[in-house]
């Protein structure tokens, strides 16, 4: 009888084990795909970019002639509406099948002493409109014309009739020492201003589109602002993922939404090694050179905010972290920008908080020249398309920039009797057709 009733229970509890088990297996399955979803943001939409500009002939023309601006952007499904991966796959690959482009490097002696140096790569046709038309491109952070964002860009550029003039950022460069005690900055544009002046100077004819990448972005907009006869014989400008105001950016970068704080981390080190590499140049035995106490909490520096303080602002003598933020964005001078002007930014950049984008979307609705174009997704520098998983060759961004750059072109062949002259695409903007 007891044999019996055992093997009865046997018989009774087994069949739910596996039943129980598979629940098990099925919640993990939903927890895992759940985490997925919100990670990768499987559930968000795509959409057109959210557009900020006054209603002028001129600006109607330019989202006509440039679909990509009033088109859906649609990334990659699986994976690019995470800003993060975005962000991510740009930090680590730069771009897909990244093409190398043929340039020759340019030396420009600096009044200081020191060296800049730029990459001229000539049009691989000629322009649609038949002018001479150059890209002035400064990169982001610590970049140069090697990176493959903007090997990427240079090459689609040059195969639409665009000469492209590269800025290599002082001291970024692996194999160029510096000649004197000083490297890029936030917002130094003695540099690009030193290849602009020569593009002039060799290229009598050309007119000129300037392109700004992240730091980029604040150091071409602050250039065209700093001075109007730096706007002269300039068609556009277009900005892409730049942040507008340092000082504005600092509290945000020591938060960890978005693991900006994270971010933060990383860019610091990689500036750390930048400067490192130029150690004998920056911290050798001058007396302008900076001092021994500097190099030791350049090591201990866990952000760029340390780097900022305890070196960069040093070299263009500012007195504090908030002075060099201060006078080195170009939240500042970007008002003073009469040429026609594309800011882009991408509302999941984990890099650039949304509170910055208060900037660009006041200056666009208060100046007809400007407008905000704000995707969806993009990430920082992103910008990938692509149907399920694998990303295009060519970004929204590539296409979006030379888009913009053709309209302006054609508008310039074609614009009202009323505009004449270098700075002549603002002048009439205001009218309403």
């Not at 550029?157 to 020492?177: F, M, S, T, W």
């Amino acid at each position: 009888m007891s044999a019996l009733t055992h093997e009865s229970d046997v018989h009774t509890i087994s069949p739910e084990l596996p039943a129980m088990f598979d629940g098990m297996k099925l919640a993990a399955v939903a927890t895992v795909l759940y985490i997925l979803v919100r990670c990768l943001n499987l559930k968000s939409p795509t959409a057109p970019p959210d557009l900020t500009y006054q209603d002028t002939a001129l600006n109607r023309f330019l989202l006509k002639s440039c679909p990509q601006l009033t088109k859906e952007y649609i990334p990659p499904l699986l994976w690019g509406k995470s800003g993060h991966l975005q962000t991510a796959l740009y930090g680590k690959l730069g771009r897909v099948s990244s093409p190398h482009p043929s340039g020759v490097r340019k030396y420009l002696p600096m009044q200081d002493g020191a060296t800049a140096t730029f990459d001229l790569f000539e049009p691989m046709g000629d322009h649609r409109t038949g002018d001479d038309i150059t890209m002035v491109i400064c990169p982001g952070i610590g970049n140069h014309s090697e990176k493959h964002y903007i090997r990427t860009f240079v090459d689609h550029a040059q195969k639409d009739g665009y000469r492209c003039a590269v800025l290599n950022h002082l001291g970024a460069l692996p194999n160029i020492e510096l000649t004197s005690p000083r490297m890029f900055t936030y917002g130094c544009t003695w540099e690009f201003a030193a290849m602009v002046g020569y593009i002039k100077r060799t290229y009598p004819q050309t007119q000129l589109m300037v392109v700004g990448f992240s730091l980029g972005g604040n150091i071409v907009c602050k250039f065209l602002g700093e001075n109007r006869m730096n706007q002269e014989r300039v068609l556009c400008c277009v900005s892409v993922c730049q942040g507008y105001s340092a000082l504005r950016a600092q509290e945000t970068f020591l938060q960890w939404d978005q693991f900006r704080r994270f971010y933060n981390f990383l860019m610091a080190d990689n500036m750390k090694k930048i400067i490192l590499s130029h150690k004998h140049s920056l911290f050798g035995g001058s007396p302008v050179k900076l001092k021994e106490l500097d190099l030791g909490r350049l090591y201990t520096a866990t952000s760029l905010m340390q780097i900022d303080d305890n070196i960069m602002r040093k070299f263009h003598g500012h007195s504090s972290l908030k002075e060099y933020y201060e006078k080195e964005s170009c939240v500042h001078y970007i008002h003073n920008v009469n040429v026609p002007l594309l800011l882009v930014n991408a509302a999941d950049d984990p890099l650039v908080h949304n509170s910055l984008l208060t900037i660009p979307r006041t200056l666009a609705a208060k100046k007809p020249n400007v407008i905000f174009s704000l995707t969806l997704h993009g990430g920082h520098l992103g910008f990938f398309e692509g149907a399920v998983l694998f990303p295009q060759p060519l970004t929204w961004m590539d296409k979006v920039i030379v888009g913009y750059a053709n309209a302006m072109c054609q508008w310039e062949k074609q614009k009202p009797p009323c505009q004449s002259g270098p700075l002549s695409p603002s002048s009439c903007a205001e009218e309403k057709a």
